[in-house]
């Protein structure tokens, strides 16, 4: 892989979430201008960032496990109590 | 969505302990969501997620008020399920080196270089995007999903994982650009980085 296109790979990340400096976001956009292998790699990680960000909410969520709520809530108490006692 | 539990009586009995322990309560469904991503069983997620709130509580005085509790919970959840695995786990896969990074930079083949994600979106179904997640590589899958579903920033998931930014954006691109390969059909690359990926550590630890 070229020096080029390894740093702007290496920035793909951050160029997608907006992350970047208005410097490197224009230096990165006219690479991928130039560039189609990096144009695609651009392309497929914004096609798999948009369906996760898209579709995560419909997953199907396992419910917590029966007591969990209560064991983790005396956790707590616990720690209160020994914080009241050592006050 | 979330239920907070009931607070108990304000004035000088309710203290900044009782808010942080409501809160963290709180962040359970999601912590437990982590766990099972993690773990991928049941009690190991629950057994999980009970010592996270053992330490939590037994350090909350090293919580900043005011800082990401769910942040700092997350630290807490990958830091004490890495000790766990650096204790039992030797088929750990090195996700990191130059293989899996080579396998992961691969351009896919052209039939799906022009598919507009948009189609993507429509045709891909809840079911093949479980498939793809399960099927990730399990350091790609966290990373990606700790960014696009929970919405950490880079360095809060560096914290998390206890990698350097730098690695946790690789980790980010290529599990997103391995998410599209196996959702957009044919090479199955998430899947064949894996198989990949094990075959070369079972040679290197052998
Ligand atoms: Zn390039």
């Known amino acids: 892989m070229k020096e080029k296109c390894r740093q702007a790979v290496s920035r793909l990340t951050p160029f997608l979430d907006e992350a970047l400096p208005a410097e490197e976001r224009a230096e990165v956009a006219r690479h991928l201008d130039a560039c189609p292998p990096c144009r695609q790699s651009a392309a497929k990680e914004e096609g798999g ?10 997953l199907p969520t396992e419910p917590l496990p029966p007591g969990l709520r209560t064991r983790c809530a005396a956790i707590a108490e616990r720690a209160r109590r020994r914080a009241l006692r050592s006050r | ?51 996270t709130y053992v330490k939590a509580f037994r350090f909350s005085e ?15 959840l990958h830091n004490t399920w890495r000790n766990r695995r650096r204790d039992t786990a030797r088929d750990t896969v090195d996700v990191d080196s130059e293989v899996v990074e080579a396998a992961a930079s691969q351009p896919g083949g052209p039939e799906e270089l022009d598919t507009p994600e948009r189609i993507l979106l429509r045709e891909t179904l809840d079911a093949d995007l479980q498939a793809a997640l ?11 999903w700790l960014r696009d579903v929970e919405e950490f920033a880079y360095a809060e998931i560096a914290e998390m994982l206890g990698v350097p930014m730098g690695t946790v954006m690789s980790r980010i691109s ?21 198989h990949h990926a094990s075959r070369v550590s079972e040679v290197g630890s052998a």
Request: no cysteine; charged share 25%; hydrophobic share 45%.
């Open chain 2, 174 to 194: 290529r599990g997103r650009r391995l998410l599209f390969d196996a959702l957009s059909g044919g090479m199955d690359s998430a899947t064949g980085v894996a």
């Open chain 2, 134 to 144: 399960d099927a990730l590589p399990a350091a790609y899958r966290e990373a990606v």
């Open chain 2, 62 to 76: 090293r919580f900043v008020p005011g800082t990401n509790l769910k942040a700092w919970l997350y630290t807490i």
């Open chain 2, 1 to 51: 969505m979330i239920r907070r539990l009931p607070r108990g009586p304000s004035g000088p009995v309710t203290t900044g302990a009782d808010a942080f322990a409501d809160e963290a309560l709180t962040l359970l469904e999601p912590l437990y969501a982590t766990a099972l991503r993690l773990t991928r069983h049941r009690a190991d997620a629950e057994d999980l997620v009970q010592d």
């Open chain 1, 49 to 58: 960032k948009t369906v996760l960000r898209e579709r995560a909410a419909h």
